[in-house]
């Protein structure tokens, strides 16, 4: 085992397939679905560069393998999803050390991962834990859950896409309230806010996510990535520019093994099977 491979392994687990809920049974698996647990509890799951690089690693061979159609993430123990950045790391930086360095890469690594993810959140999502939710597609909260982006606090300000994601979600008024106080929000202010897609009793939020990802692996996987990629689309590009992506999107998929598959399911009225091609 390498240094990289021990490393990742005492900060990140990764089980594919995820074992299901109990909500589930009789099925001991989730088929097609991942659950990448962040193991730092002792620290609150702190976002460490090493351990975003490794779940940016794991994130990228996930989206490689064809058994995997969904991806869960989630924190170790029950305090926190992940309670910031690791600061220690950050106090002795400079404007020319961070720039000129490559720690904020895995960001953009984790951006690019094709495969729906959705986060699930108890505890504390603070600062980069809470730009790591909002990363993902989907966001299932515990009603313990805790969101901000509370940097300001320390002296500076999102750096991993908060104002960005957080203004997006929430709104511009919101989102500069929340920022410039550092304040932070309940998981039920969060879901009113339009954070967070579903909240659930904490003890429940992993299996929540678990069975929602089921059903999304569930569908056709490149329709799936397609209407992810659109719907990010959606965020960035003028609404000219959004609806010619959607259409391009769609008249590819007429290209495709399971787009015959589906209406033709649909007309012989049976269920369709998926080939992911």
């Known amino acids: 085992m390498t240094d990289a491979d021990e490393a990742q392994r005492r900060q990140i687990r990764v089980d594919l397939p995820a074992a299901a809920p109990a909500s589930m049974a ?10 990448i647990t962040i193991d730092r509890p002792e620290a609150l799951n702190a976002l460490s560069f090493d351990l975003l690089r490794d779940l940016a690693t794991a994130l990228e061979a996930l989206d490689a393998d064809p058994g995997c159609r969904a991806v869960v993430l989630t924190g170790g123990g029950t305090r926190a999803f992940a309670a910031g950045a ?40 603070l600062g980069g834990g809470c730009e790591l939710a909002m990363a993902c597609d989907l966001l299932i909260a515990g009603d313990d859950a805790q969101f901000g982006q509370v940097e300001i606090k320390i002296g500076i300000i999102p750096g991993a896409g908060g104002t960005q994601r957080l203004t997006r979600a929430i709104g511009k008024a919101r989102a500069m309230e929340l920022i410039l106080t550092g304040r932070s929000m309940g998981a039920d202010e969060a879901y009113a806010a339009g954070l967070v ?25 490149l329709a799936v990535r397609a209407a992810k990629r659109v719907i990010r689309d959606a965020a ?41 091609h």
């Open 26 to 35: 009789p099925a001991v698996s989730v088929p097609g679905v991942a659950l």
């Open 197 to 221: 897609t579903r909240v659930v009793p904490a003890a429940a939020t992993v299996d929540a996510a678990l069975e929602m990802a089921a059903v999304v692996a569930s569908m056709p996987p």
């Open 86 to 125: 690791d600061v220690r790391e950050l106090v002795g930086q400079t404007t020319a050390t961070l720039s000129a360095g490559d720690d904020f890469d895995a960001w953009g690594r984790i951006d690019a991962v094709g495969l729906p993810m959705i986060a699930a959140v108890r505890g504390f999502a």
């Open 236 to 276: 960035e590009l003028p609404l000219s520019h959004g609806l010619a992506a959607e259409r391009q999107a769609f008249f590819a998929l007429f290209d495709t093994d399971d787009q015959r598959e589906g209406m033709t399911a649909f007309i012989e009225k049976r269920s369709a099977s998926w080939s992911g």
